[in-house]
Structure formats: C-alpha cells, structure tokens
C-alpha cells in the first residue's frame, strides 16, 4: 500500500532531507587516500549526533553500522571496517540515511578518491545521469515503471548494466515504502504517480556484467565478474508544483 504524504509531511522530509545531503556533502570533502571505511563511519555517526537526528541504517534488520561503504567492485551494503583503506582510485559508494521527527530519509553518492581512470569517470557520469533521467520520469500521470525504462535506456545506451536484485522504494515513516522501483523496463506498469508520493530512487549501474553475489558477511552485495559498480540516490517527493529533490543541496 503506498502512503501518501501531506505538505506537512513532505516540509519534515525536506528537513530531515536537508540534513542528510548536508552530511553527504561533508563526508565526501573527507574522503582521502588512506582513510579507513569505519572511520568514515564515525563521521556520520557524529555528525548525525550534531544535528539530533538517528542514523536510519544503524541497526536495520541487523546492519552494524550507520552508513554503508561500498568500494570498487562492491554495489551495495558495504561494511565499513578498520581494515578496509582507501586507495588512489578507488570508486566509494556512500549510502546514508536519517530518522529525524518521525521521518526517514535515503541517499547515495559515488566519489572516485584521487586520480581517477576515464571508465570511472564515465561510470559515475552515466549513473548520475540516470538518476537525473529517472527523476525526470517521476511524474504526476506517468507509471512508476517510466522510471525503470528511463534508467535502463540511459545505463545501456552506454554500454553499461543495470542492477535488477536491488531497487528504488517509498519511504517515509518506514525506510522501505511502497512501491518498489525497478530500474529497468519490468513486466508490470507499476501503480500510476501521484502528488504525495515520496520516493527514494537509487540506480546501481555496474561497469560491466549485472550478475552479482552476496559476500560471507552476508551484507555485502558485489559484482561477480568484479568489475566496478555506481550507486547513486535521491530522496524526492512528487508535488502538484513538479518534484521536488528532498535529499540534494543546491
Ligand atoms: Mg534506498
């Protein structure tokens, strides 16, 4: 069922929203050669702290951290860890949400740390790409399967895959909302998209083959031919004025 949010609603999402890009925005300046994962983990950690909000994934069915980090050939559901350092050129996936005032919100950004190689480069264009492209499909009267057949055009137009395990979602007072959101062209239209609609969209576009595996950790979910993989999201509602970006700083 999905759940439609009030203006209201949609102005604490957009707080709550804020707060997460803002926090976004300050771990990727952090991010440098030699860092470890979980110190990138104490840092949302704090900074969630600062601003009196809850970090959303710490704990969610189990995940021991508050940010997911995933690196290179990971896509999602990294584990941040002592042992894990960052290199020159590595492609790091920050996934991270917020609970503030009852409300959730969703976001993810890829950076490529130091000199970066052109396929990556074009790997993280292409992915943010389609997260704009998708975005751009998420309106009033179109279907939400719109959004999965902007994705996947933009993904495969340029020779990349689109991960299909792992999809876009509502959210708002749950972290996970109806309706689910491919991101690719799926069998059903998916439910019609009207005002009220908060949705996280989030593209995973790997560099090459989509088929993947879930590593021993059992969170971990990475690229089985270990070719990199991007990961990019936003939280956005859908308003009669247009959509409206909830988790992005501008
Ligand atoms: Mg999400």
């Not at 920050?94 to 790997?123: E, N």
Request: net charge negative.
């Amino acid at each position: 069922m999905v759940v439609l949010k009030s203006d209201n609603e949609i102005e604490k999402m957009y707080r709550v929203g804020q707060m997460t890009g803002l926090i976004m925005n300050y771990l990727t300046d952090q991010i440098k050669e030699g860092i470890t994962t979980l110190e990138i983990d104490r840092m949302a950690r704090w900074k969630s702290k600062e601003v009196g909000a809850v970090p959303a994934f710490l704990g969610y069915a189990g995940f021991p951290k508050a940010i997911c980090v995933s690196v290179n050939d990971e896509i999602v559901h990294g584990i941040p860890s002592k042992k894990r350092i960052i290199k020159n050129g590595d492609m790091v996936s920050l996934d991270f949400g917020l609970i503030y005032d009852g409300y959730y919100s969703d976001t993810a950004r890829t950076l490529i740390v130091g000199s970066a190689d052109a396929a990556a480069r074009k790997l993280n264009e292409v992915t943010k790409e389609c997260l704009d492209r998708g975005i751009n499909s998420a309106n009033i009267d179109n279907r939400i399967s719109d959004i999965g057949i902007a994705v996947e055009n933009c993904a495969t137009q340029n020779r990349f895959s689109v991960v299909r395990e792992y999809v876009g979602h509502g959210i708002g007072k749950e972290l996970h909302e109806d309706p689910q959101i491919p991101n690719y062209r799926s069998d059903s239209a998916g439910v019609r998209i009207v005002a009220g609609m908060v949705l996280a969209i989030e593209p995973m576009i790997n560099e090459g083959e989509s088929d993947l595996y879930v590593k021993r950790n059992r969170w971990t979910v990475a690229t089985k031919d270990h070719k990199r993989s991007s990961h990019f999201e936003d939280t956005v509602a859908i308003t009669e004025d247009g959509v409206k970006l909830l988790t992005r700083i501008n």
